[in-house]
């Protein structure tokens, strides 16, 4: 599969994930899914992104990896390692990758991700990006000046239902512009990953990873 052509303007777009290893990714998933079972699925929802992100414009793809890369990752990307601290210390670093330009930052638990979702970003005049999450937090995002991120991450208490609402408001407190993606659900618990699943474009690997695990209860 061939990304899209770089074009002028497009964004840097950074994927931070962790490797989809069985008892450290998706442990929420745990019951009912066993943590290989966890893992078949986050593997499945993280290549999902990839894929979709080759196929949207970029002058560069980022994969900010905690772990090592295996055949999920597709060809087209550089692959750094994630920064040490909490999550926000690590997505203000994924940021300090980025050269000059706009640059975007998603995670691995939206599988359901399309490359249409992303056209926006770096050519509709906003300085920042927001995706927020359904559960309170944000699947997405972004910055026309990488270099302002961290001054505008770092401290904010990540993985609660008010983390969304926290960075918001850090960057309209900024006096940024602020292009609103749409609101997307995290696959955390198994109600999200059949609610994701059930809304997946056509050939998702997701979904169908899911509909193989739910076969195989019968």
């Not at 560069?60 to 990752?73: A, F, I, K, M, Q």
């Not at 249409?116 to 920042?128: C, I, K, N, S, T």
């Not at 309170?136 to 969304?164: H, I, N, Y």
């Amino acid at each position: 599969m061939n990304p899209r052509p770089t074009t002028a303007g497009s964004p840097t777009l950074l994927v931070i994930a962790k490797e989809p290893v069985p008892g450290r990714v998706k442990t929420r998933l745990t019951p009912p899914y066993t943590p290989q079972e966890a893992a078949v699925l986050a593997e499945a929802a993280l290549t999902d992104t990839l894929h979709a992100v080759l196929r949207a414009p970029a002058r560069r793809r980022v994969l900010v990896l905690d772990g090592t890369p295996g055949r999920w990752l597709p060809p087209g990307y550089e692959v750094a390692p994630q920064g040490s601290g909490g999550l926000d210390e690590r997505i203000a670093a994924a940021f300090e990758l980025c050269d000059d330009g706009p640059a975007l930052l998603v995670g691995m638990d939206t599988p359901q991700l399309t490359p249409d979702l992303l056209a926006q970003v770096g050519r509709d005049g906003h300085d920042a990006w927001f995706g927020p999450a359904a559960d309170g937090g944000f699947w997405a995002l972004g910055f026309a000046e990488p270099a302002r991120a961290g001054a505008l991450v770092r401290g904010v208490t990540m993985s609660t239902d008010r983390t969304g609402a926290v960075q918001r408001r850090r960057l309209v407190d900024a006096g940024l512009s602020i292009g609103r993606l749409p609101t997307l659900r995290d696959v955390d618990t198994a109600a999200d990953a059949a609610s994701v699943a059930a809304c997946c474009p056509p050939r998702s690997r997701f979904a169908a990873a899911m509909a193989s695990l739910a076969q195989a209860v019968r």
